[in-house]
């Protein structure tokens, strides 16, 4: 098993460009989430997901919308990137019963200049 | 809203000495897990170990185990005959009922000769 896969792993974009990161899980887990990491802030949640076709904000949504037309796969946009969104941004994926522990993707480190 | 509060940002370990990380937390929930993640240079999110809050006897997996305080909302990690290998940074997080992990701010551990 794969687990949970991000594409791409490292990206640089200019201010005001737009891009998609894409998370596949093939655990058939029915939540998945999307992180971001920053020096000293610990990892926030950025939007989340509990279902295929549903989608809900974390605590630091603005500037990103997601998407989860498949249950597999969860898939994160930024429509006009700016310097502020670079990061490390992380997918993570569980079932929906507490706790049976969350599985993380590798990371895709994203740098806007 | 759950908070987690890592108050040590640096902590330092000499190999094959005993070292404790700090975390505390706020909640209203009574059901609730508690976690230790660890993430080496390579950025990928291990999990060390984990607590559920309804068991009073503390979580242990090898040379690491827990102190759960759940009046106190304290949940400290205790590396045991520390290797050069458990130099990481370390992230305490906390999942509810709304099955999301809210992580702090990490501690960086370093392991010295």
């Known amino acids: 098993n794969a687990g949970v896969t991000q594409t791409p792993k490292f990206r640089v974009l200019k201010t005001g460009q737009s891009m998609t990161l894409l998370c596949a899980q093939d655990m058939n887990h029915e939540y998945m989430y999307w992180y971001r990491q920053d020096p000293g802030m610990g990892l926030r949640l950025i939007h989340y997901s509990v279902g295929e076709g549903t989608t809900a904000k974390g605590e630091v949504p603005d500037g990103y919308n997601v998407s989860r037309l498949k249950k597999q796969n969860f898939l994160l946009g930024l429509e006009s990137a700016a310097p502020s969104q670079t990061s490390v941004y992380f997918c993570?994926?569980?079932?929906?019963?507490?706790?049976?522990?969350?599985?993380f993707g590798s990371g895709t480190r994203l740098t806007v200049v | 809203a759950q908070t987690v509060t890592q108050s040590q940002p640096e902590m330092s370990v000499q190999e094959a000495e005993t070292v404790t990380l700090s975390c505390t937390y706020d909640t209203s929930e009574s059901d609730y897990y508690l976690f230790w993640y660890k993430q080496p240079p390579s950025r990928q999110m291990i999990l060390v170990i984990r607590q559920e809050a309804y068991k009073q006897q503390n979580a242990t997996e090898n040379r690491f185990s827990v102190n759960f305080q759940k009046a106190a909302k304290s949940f400290s990690l205790k590396i045991s005959d520390s290797q050069l290998g458990d130099a990481a940074m370390y992230f305490c997080a906390y999942t509810g009922t709304a099955s999301k992990l809210t992580f702090g701010t990490g501690t960086r551990l370093q392991v010295t000769l």
């Open positions: 993570a994926s569980s079932f929906y019963s507490l706790p049976s522990g969350y599985t």
